[in-house]
């Protein structure tokens, strides 16, 4: 199976309908060199431009999911099209008469059909940005693809071990990580993707943006990593789209030679006590 996780510069200056539609073609550049494509996290924004959030949220189906989604059929490629700030329909008790926002990934099947939707769980900001912006999501997601099953995730997801033993125990082999990481923790998004790779035996395909968001440098660096901890591919700072082959069937072989998984006691049951 081949991946390219296409690692996009958000900078200032350019437009998000400009960048929707450039990304659109580097999307549709991979046809016939890639399966499985993977944009990053908040890729029309920047993930840490909190301000343009409400300004820029669009519905589930919007123009990103128009334009991705074309995309995806154009190109013939499963399609990971990274998130976007989600407005979710109003409630009649809204006092503002407009719906949440979200932080939502959209995935895509190679005939454009939308194959699933996740809404970030753990969001990032403490008590400002994303923390108070947006709404929490509470759903786990996987999808099947002819040759594997991902679990979706996204950015500060990866610090939150249980979310992705939560989505191993869902099926998941491959696990699909967009991101807007800073700079100042590159350090923590290597090593927490390759601690996600190793503890779930499984691979972790983790796609970063490059440029710099309202001020903060991004990490770049997209990784793909084995079941084992090695990393297969990285990419450098800029923007650049990061193609590997891996070999998903490497998931089950991995768990038969090497069954921690099957090890398991804490969050499978309580462990009984002595009197």
Not at 119 to 126: N, T
Not at 167 to 179: H, S
Not at 188 to 207: K, M
Request: include cysteine.
């Amino acid at each position: 199976m081949r991946a390219s996780l296409i690692q996009i510069a958000v900078e200032e200056g350019e437009s998000v309908e400009s960048r929707r539609l450039r990304v659109a073609g580097l999307v549709r550049a991979q046809a016939g060199a890639a399966d499985l494509v993977v944009l990053p996290e908040l890729w029309t924004t920047g993930a840490f431009a909190y301000e343009e959030f409400a300004d820029e949220a669009e519905p589930l189906d919007g123009p990103t999911y128009e334009a991705m989604a074309k995309a995806a059929s154009d190109a013939g490629v499963w399609l990971h099209a990274g998130s976007i700030p989600e407005r979710a329909p109003s409630d009649s008790g809204s006092p503002t008469g407009e719906g949440p926002l979200y932080n939502t990934s959209l995935v895509f099947s190679p005939s454009g059909e939308l194959a699933a939707a996740y809404r970030k769980i753990h969001r990032f900001g403490f008590d400002k940005g994303e923390a108070v912006l947006m709404g929490a999501g509470e759903e786990l997601v996987t999808v099947r693809l002819p040759e594997t099953t991902v679990g979706v995730a996204t950015c500060y997801d990866l610090r939150f071990p249980e979310l992705f033993r939560a989505l191993v125990d869902a099926g998941a082999e491959t696990l699909v990580i967009p991101a807007g990481w800073p700079e100042r923790r590159r350090a923590h998004w290597t090593l927490l993707a390759r601690a996600r790779a190793v503890e779930n035996q499984a691979f972790v395909l983790a796609c970063g943006t490059a440029g710099t968001h309202a001020g903060v440098p991004q990490a770049g660096h997209s990784i793909v990593v084995d079941p084992w901890g090695e990393v297969l591919a990285e990419a450098g700072s800029g923007e650049e789209v990061l193609t590997v082959d891996f070999d998903p069937s490497r998931v089950a072989t991995t768990r038969e030679q090497f069954p921690a998984l099957k090890d398991r006691v804490l969050g499978l049951r309580t462990p009984g006590r002595r009197s």
